[in-house]
């Protein structure tokens, strides 16, 4: 059973020190999403991969490793639709007999509208939705089980010529936020929140950093509870 101190918060703190390409679409790899959407007709193709150490509630899960794999179409002005693929592998050690269970995780569809109509606003805004299908495997710790879907609300703010202040905030309404081994495996509400401050390096690096968390009233985190 994980330790009462996260039973009821369970923050990630990404302190980040990233050198990232800008792209010409202004995507972010972050989990704090911007308000930028993908010009109408176009199509924008993201990968990213994440390494986890699992918390000892998961326990004989020890390691996960996340590659993912997003599609995005500009649908329309200000507004664009995704569709998220993760191939997820957790590594589990019992009794000194180390395996892997590797597989397609839960598919996740998306939506995102601008909200401010001026492309040069120093402030802005946008709202996201989506929706997470359960593709993955349950039992090989590959999916959650359950159909989730919730809201995000997202600012950004241009503090100078080269910094950039973004906030997230949303719920999760339905399901749960667990992605393999990580995340609250309870079904219920969650309210999940962050921020990053990003600096253009130059024209094509930024650096940034970023803090994001998540609450719920019987969160439990990944694993064995």
């Known amino acids: 059973m994980p330790h009462p101190a996260v039973r009821r918060l369970g923050v990630l703190v990404a302190a980040l020190c990233c ?3 800008a792209s010409a ?24 991969n994440e390494v986890d150490a699992l918390h ?48 397609v995780g839960d598919t996740s569809i998306s939506a995102k509208i601008r909200l401010t109509r001026a492309a040069d606003a120093r402030h802005a805004f946008a709202a996201g939705f989506s929706l997470e299908l359960p593709s993955g495997n349950e039992d090989r710790l590959l999916g959650s089980g359950l159909v989730d879907y919730g809201v995000t609300f997202i600012s950004q ?11 997230n905030g949303g719920v999760v309404l339905a399901g749960n936020t667990q992605t393999g081994a990580i995340g609250f495996k309870e079904r219920g509400t969650v309210l999940v ?33």
């Open 193 to 225: 929140g962050g921020g990053s401050l990003v600096a253009a390096v130059s024209d094509t690096v930024q650096l940034g950093g970023e803090v994001v968390a998540a609450w719920s009233e019987k969160a439990v985190l990944g694993g064995k509870s």
């Open 56 to 103: 000892h509630g998961a326990l004989p899960a020890r390691w996960q490793n996340v590659f993912d794999a997003e599609v995005v179409f500009g649908a329309r002005s200000r507004v664009e639709v995704g569709v998220a693929v993760p191939v997820v592998s957790v590594v589990s050690e019992d009794d000194g007999v180390r395996s892997t269970a590797a597989g």
């Open 157 to 167: 703010h241009r503090l100078e010529t080269r910094w950039t202040l973004r906030a």
């Open 19 to 21: 050198c990232v390409p």
């Open 25 to 48: 679409l202004a995507q972010q790899p972050f989990a704090v999403d911007d308000a930028e959407v993908t010009p109408t007709g176009w199509w924008h193709l993201e990968f990213n």
